[in-house]
């Protein structure tokens, strides 16, 4: 059985973070306010009342933390780029206070020999778009590709891939649909419209990073969607989610044509928001890579009760993270096999950009986080033997950070973070994964 040592030479060892969930410095230097400080300041929508307003203070700690990050053995840092610091009202004047950040954190990667990987939106939308309508509102689209080119103007002549977007399902469905993530609509199916304008902002900003000569990524939260049963009922209410949760987000962009979603009830325009020519704006740059960020499996039943046509179901007998989800590393290989049928020659050489687990902060050695990342790192080598081309790996996270609506109570890092003192420290999967690195290095440099 191939394992981790296995992956490919040159596969990229990294680790990836996201702006609110790390910054702080939330008002400093001109920043704009994001839908996240105004979600996350309302009563009763965060465990704790916690924020991001201080985070792990990276925007002043950035050189300690790549520091930690050079002494891994990072070939890439995955980040985000907070929109509301470069345009702190989202579109018109530049602020170039925020713009310099980046480009002193980019340096500063590359000084230390690591390659920047940013994402353009990690879900800190400018308050100031939302009031107009955030991503319901389709001009939104057009202000992203503006900001993708302010943005690939100052730093594209040293980074040469980026990622459009993270997670547009989680983002559409907590932050529109459920209402539990910022800008905190309750939706339900009528959010789909703030799919379709995510995918269109996609598609504007992949022709503007293409005509500078850049490299384009999106980052899809994908899972593999088994039904509880071999019921018909139950098989047609896994197709349905599998439509909602992974084709929606990846057909646009890969076939050009959105999927069939009438088992849900949604109109084929998705409520309208569709405009002829729209699904060619979006497919018609390709995509250089996909960004695969992988947690769990999923487990659908037919509904229960009215409502949506779909129930979650635990999957029993697997270990749990501390967030509840359930650990099956397999469903990786699974969900890289499934892909290649789904899109064979149309599928674009796959990054996963995030992947990991929260471990409760007693939990010593770090144990879980080291067994569920080698199981996964695992499962990718059998894929890569079975053919599919996986090109690195982007741990999440490189430090315990502000987890959105559970604030700083659950804990994915490789380092630990004293969110009192702000004092950084090496978990035990840190040192494992530094050693892994070598490891690998070290047998495909022979
Ligand atoms: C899901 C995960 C997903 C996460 C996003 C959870 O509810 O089970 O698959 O990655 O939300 O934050
Ligand atoms: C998101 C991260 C988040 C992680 C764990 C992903 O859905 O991109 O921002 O912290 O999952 O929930």
Redesign the pocket.
Known sequence: MPDRYDLPTGFRWGAATAAYQIEGAVTEDGRGPSVWDVFAARPGTVRDGHTGAVACDHYHRYPEDIALMKNLGLDGYRFSIAWPRVLPTGSGPVNPAGLAFYDRLVDALLDAGITPLPTLFHWDLPQALEDGGGWLNRDTAHHFADYAAIVTDRLGDRVPAWITLN?PF?HTV?GYALGTHAPGRTLMLEALPAAHHQLLAHGLAASVLHDRGLEVMLSN?L?PVEPATSSDADLAAAQAYDALHNRLFTDPVLLGRYPDLSALGVPDDLYGAIHPGDTDLIAAPGLDGLGL?F??P?RIAAPTEPGLPFDFVDIPDVPHTA?G?PVVPDALRQLLLSLRDTYGKTLPPITITENGCSVTESTTPDQPRIDFMSAHLDALAAATAEGIDIRGYYTWSLLDNYE?AEGYHQRFGLIHVDFATQQRTPKASYTWYRDLIAAHKARHSK
């Open positions: 997670e989680v907590f939260n899972t960020n947690y769990n999923t967030f989800w959105w």
